[in-house]
């Protein structure tokens, strides 16, 4: 089954490829990202938060060798899905110095590591909550139309694609590990408070003008090497309790998905799987061409992100290409490049 769904995966990665070669340009005009430490690609770095990646041994793998704010050893899935849809430079971190004048015409990136559906979640770690990267977003939207016009600027807002990958840090650097929240909310009543929150932003980007909106699921949270350290309860296993509520979570998001699509016209809204892809990649490393799933590269590769994964963590790997993580939460770019691809497959009828 892993096989197949890669081969698939593999498959629409092809045509895409094709595609844009063929026209000479990228598929889409643009292409905006909104989210958390799987996304972002360096605001972090402009804010005074503890939750960075700029600094070694982040980035060594990366096409300049050094750290940029991404947390991984190289490329993000949507460094690697902007390649894919003919983009020859990365969408700009929108706080960074790269964020000016006709760099902004293919898209920005808008994500803080630390943030999440809940607002609060982001305030705890001084980084970006959704709504505030909304309003960047909307700042962003001023700036293009004074350069290209109002009729050229919503051709590009409409027609680019916009995707949202958040929710883990709501869980995992919050809901679990605060008695004030799990002693005030169900899982289920923070799943409702969750949802209104995702449904309250997608209809925002669409009053902006955005009609192509991919959102990611959930991964596999209780298989992240920090979560089974923190919550395995001395185990070595996926924590499936936690795999439980993302799957939950999962589900109650492809239904919130399905009814903003039959509400709002126009609206093409996907629903992208991660948890899968990566789930198969953890359950069966060697078949993918890692030999290590459960220790991150970084440190011990058990709890180590962002300042626990420095130069002078103990242990770090030499052949990050081997792991499926790279720190104790995230994935590396060799993970990256398969989930990009697993990206690809599903979101196809949004290019």
């Not at 026209?23 to 889409?28: C, E, F, K, N």
């Amino acid at each position: 089954m892993a096989s197949q769904s890669y081969s698939v995966a593999i498959f629409g990665t092809v045509i895409l490829v094709i595609l844009s070669l063929v026209q000479g340009q990228p598929l889409v005009p643009a292409l905006f990202i909104f989210g958390d430490s799987v996304v972002d690609v360096g605001n972090n770095n402009q804010l005074a938060t503890i939750i960075r990646a700029n600094f070694p041994p982040y980035g060594r793998d990366f096409v300049s060798h050094r750290p940029t704010g991404r947390f991984s050893n190289g490329k993000l899935a949507t460094d690697f899905t902007a390649e894919m849809l003919g983009f020859s430079s990365y969408p700009p971190a929108y706080l960074s110095r790269r964020a000016i004048g006709r760099n902004l015409l293919i898209g920005a990136n808008f994500a803080s590591a630390a943030s999440g559906y809940f607002d609060p979640t982001a305030n705890i770690y001084h980084s970006i909550p959704l709504t505030r990267q909304l309003g960047y977003y909307r700042d962003y939207q001023g700036k293009v139309v004074s350069m290209v016009g109002s009729n050229n600027a919503s051709s590009i807002f409409s027609n680019g694609i916009y995707l949202i990958s958040s929710g883990s840090s709501d869980f995992l650097q919050n809901y679990y590990i605060n008695p004030l929240l799990h002693n005030t909310y169900t899982i289920d009543q923070f799943f409702n408070i969750l949802f209104q929150n995702v449904a309250q932003f997608i209809e925002e980007l669409y009053g902006m003008g955005a009609r192509k909106i991919g959102v990611t699921t959930l991964p596999p949270m209780g298989c992240l090497p920090a979560a089974i350290t923190l919550f395995g309860s001395g185990s070595n296993q996926c924590v499936e309790r936690i795999n439980n509520d993302a799957i939950s979570f999962n589900t109650r998001l492809n239904s919130t998905a399905q009814n903003l699509q039959n509400r709002l016209s126009g609206l093409n809204l996907v629903v992208l799987d991660i948890y899968t892809p990566l789930r198969n990649l953890i359950a069966q490393p060697a078949e993918n061409g890692f030999s290590e799933a459960r220790r991150g590269c970084c440190g011990s590769g058990l709890l180590e992100t962002s300042l626990l994964c420095n130069r002078r963590a103990i242990g770090t790997c030499n052949n990050a290409s081997e792991y499926v993580f790279w720190d104790a939460y995230h994935p590396s770019e060799a993970a990256n490049k398969i989930l990009a691809n697993a990206l690809i497959s599903a979101g196809l009828s949004l290019v």
